[in-house]
């Protein structure tokens, strides 16, 4: 149960620019003490700009997440349908793309409220697995993961600007 204060819901396409501005705000606060300045700017404008953001919000396939917290947009997630990776070929899964809390809302169970929903969504589309990627080096992320019972199945890679960097592949039964 969510607490009162905090409201999951689907987002539609008039938060597109909204949840444009909050990815790459969360994306930038998560990654950029770990990642060169020019990286991070590369990879901002060429793969994760605010135009190709605000696309992906009504695009098929995608169901975005809004949460709000006491009334303020706290965090977002990105679910999409028939991206499966090879290993995962022909099965009926769910992938978490994205899931970010803003950073002052960290440890306040945004997070959370975000995985509960994502599963509840897979379950209501009687998805068999639910599977993410997560940077290698992000271990708070995995340890959060891994706590919802997300277990490690393959990787890929994942290029923030000109940094070939390495993603787990987890996945875990609905």
């Known amino acids: 149960m969510l607490p009162s204060n905090l409201n999951i819901r689907i987002a539609t396409t008039e938060d597109a620019a909204l949840i444009a501005d909050l990815s790459q705000r969360t994306f930038y606060d998560t990654f950029a003490a770990a990642?060169?300045?020019?990286?991070?700017?590369?990879?901002?404008?060429?793969q994760f700009s605010r135009e190709l953001l605000i696309e992906e919000v009504g695009a098929p396939g995608n169901i975005f997440l809004l949460a709000e917290y006491n009334g303020q947009i706290a965090g977002y997630a990105r679910l999409r349908e028939d991206n499966n990776p090879p290993e995962l070929a022909g099965s009926a899964t769910l992938e978490i793309a994205r899931i970010y809390?803003?950073?002052?809302m960290i440890g306040m169970g945004i997070g959370k409220a975000l995985m509960q929903q994502s599963v509840d969504i897979a379950r209501e589309k009687n998805k068999k697995l639910i599977w993410l990627g997560v940077w290698e080096k992000n271990q708070p992320a995995i340890d959060f993961y891994t706590r919802w019972g997300f277990?490690?199945?393959s990787e890929h890679p994942f290029i923030v600007g000109d940094d070939?960097?390495?993603?787990w592949l987890m996945k875990r039964s609905v």
């Not at 809390?101 to 002052?104: C, F, K, L």
């Not at 070939?164 to 993603?167: F, G, K, S």
Request: cysteine-free; charged content about 40%.
């Open 101 to 104: 809390a803003v950073q002052e």
């Open 164 to 167: 070939v960097q390495t993603d």
């Open 35 to 46: 990642n060169t300045k020019a990286n991070m700017d590369k990879f901002l404008r060429e």
């Open 151 to 153: 277990e490690k199945f």
